[in-house]
């Protein structure tokens, strides 16, 4: 309950304050479309309030590499979605319940229990394809919009009340009270997507699905072990029936369609039972539970054990502080597979663990050579260059990230973090004014702007990148905000 007061108060402020704004350096056009329906850009910032306020409850994972992974599935059904007015993220919920769902503006949430039920690659993709059919179809907004014809603000209030609960698992009580608290819409049964919006969007996800070369297949396959879980004698129904009620014609329509497209024998990427257990040991209650579970699991099976089990139990003896062992593991599996991102960080990590700072640098310092901008091992080899007192080339490291690939709020809250402490305070300042552009919050990054621009020596060109910026932001600003903004510059 804690959780979900938390996220309606993000919710509530966020609703209330300024307009939010797209990840990177593109503000937004408010109001351009004409539909008679909210326009994508509108959809976009209710989608993000959503997710901010889940960010804000702490339900939100930002573990690099698994975001990397999710975001590289999720875009290989977006490349075959022909849909360029939504700007699609992905993003992985710290629940282990087992759900999925989409929010107006292309965010489509996967609850981590989810990619642990799934029994191979395509069977998470064709989850994820189903939600990417949803946003392409725009089913949440018309369902909102067909209950209650109102203002963005209503819809984004109905809207993000209905999700909160639907991502939380809320009871039905709760659930009630967030839809009251946002001015009285009616309860949880409307965000269930009608029958219709089902399966189309089933339709249009298998077609994403076969086209990005995953087994057409596996979207019936896994629905049938959700129906039969939701059978099993005193098992709770999963949530993601709740959200996606399933009837045996359902299954059987998308088995028909799948049957349409050529077979696929398509082999598990490394990335996806890699990216499993590492979900399984972040989500553990405790780091004794999972260092069981992985002992447990190799007494009871021969060995030689499959890389993802051994990379599994090394991140759980690195979790417990059994160093050596861990230190030892990922030494070997480096050795087995150096074209592995995953084995690269975790050997570094274990020996920054161990205190072997130089040689966990160095092993930072390969991988960044192997794998150049990639932003999992930037972020990782920023971050102990920081703690290793060498701010100014985690500095560089992050600029040129940032000069290439759109950053995460994460990723501008890091490289601000890394100038702040080489005492670079006026792009420090202006780090952090994008980190708040990225969160929707136009006040506090108008306010980072106006502490850079009064840092004492600015170069020229600096300052007027940062005026710019500045002139830009304002434009989306309230009028008394304008105001102030615009008498800044003659109080320097």
Do not use: W
């Not at 050795?335 to 570094?348: K, M, N, Q, V």
């Not at 973090?417 to 929707?440: C, K, L």
């Amino acid at each position: 309950m804690k959780v979900l007061l938390l996220i309606a108060a993000a919710m509530l402020c966020l609703a209330i304050g300024q307009p939010a704004v797209a990840a990177g350096n593109d503000l937004p056009d408010i109001g351009s479309a004409a539909d008679s329906m909210i326009s994508t850009d509108e959809e976009y910032q209710i989608g993000r309030m959503v997710v901010r306020g889940l960010e804000s409850a702490g339900r939100v994972l930002t573990d690099p590499l698994v975001e990397n992974y999710i975001e590289d599935v999720g875009h290989k059904m977006v490349a075959y979605a022909h849909d360029g007015d939504h700007r699609f993220n992905f993003f992985v919920v710290k629940d282990n319940s087992i759900n999925a769902f989409a929010l107006p503006g292309g965010f489509i949430g996967v609850n981590a229990g989810l990619i642990l039920q799934t029994e191979n690659e395509s069977e998470l993709a064709g989850v994820m394809a189903h939600e990417v059919a949803h946003v392409t179809q725009r089913h949440v907004v018309r369902r909102a919009q067909a209950d209650q014809k109102s203002s963005m603000l209503s819809t984004a209030a109905l809207i993000a009340g209905l999700l909160i609960a639907a991502t939380t698992g809320a009871s039905a009580d709760m659930t009630t009270a967030i839809v009251m608290a946002s001015q009285g819409y009616s309860a949880q049964q409307q965000i269930n997507h009608t029958r219709a919006n089902e399966y189309e969007a089933d339709r249009v996800g298998i077609g994403f699905l076969a086209a990005a070369g995953f087994d057409p297949t596996s979207m019936a396959d896994f629905f049938g072990t959700m129906s039969r879980m939701s059978g099993k004698s005193g098992s709770a129904m999963p949530e993601y029936l709740r959200t996606h009620p399933m009837e045996s014609s359902r299954i059987a329509e998308a088995s028909d369609r799948a049957a349409q497209y050529p077979t696929v024998n398509r082999a598990d990427s490394d990335g996806y039972f890699l990216m499993r257990e590492r979900l399984r040991v972040l989500g553990a209650d405790s780091p004794d539970e999972i260092l069981r579970y992985y002992e447990q699991y190799t007494r009871d099976r021969p060995g030689p054990h499959p890389l993802h089990i051994r990379y599994g139990y090394a991140l759980a003896m690195l979790g417990r502080n059994q160093l050596p062992d861990a230190l030892g593991t990922f030494r070997v599996l480096l050795s087995e597979r150096p074209d592995l991102i995953a084995f690269h960080l975790g050997y570094a990590e274990a020996l920054e663990a161990s205190g072997q700072i130089a040689d966990a640098l160095a092993a930072y310092q390969n991988a960044e050579a192997l794998f150049p901008r990639n932003v999992p091992v930037s972020v990782a080899y920023s971050r102990a260059l920081i703690a290793a007192g060498d701010p100014g080339q985690a500095h560089r490291i992050l600029l040129d990230l940032l000069n290439n690939i759109p950053p995460t709020s994460e990723q501008a809250r890091l490289i601000a973090t890394a100038a702040s402490a080489e005492g670079d305070m006026a792009n420090a300042h202006y780090y952090m004014s994008e980190y708040h552009v990225i969160n929707g919050e136009l006040t506090m990054a108008a306010d980072q702007l106006n502490l850079a621009l009064d840092v004492p020596g600015l170069e020229p060109v600096q300052r007027a990148r940062f005026q710019a910026r500045l002139d830009e932001i304002s434009e989306y600003l309230p009028d008394y905000m304008k105001r102030q903004t615009a008498a800044a510059p003659q109080q320097r």
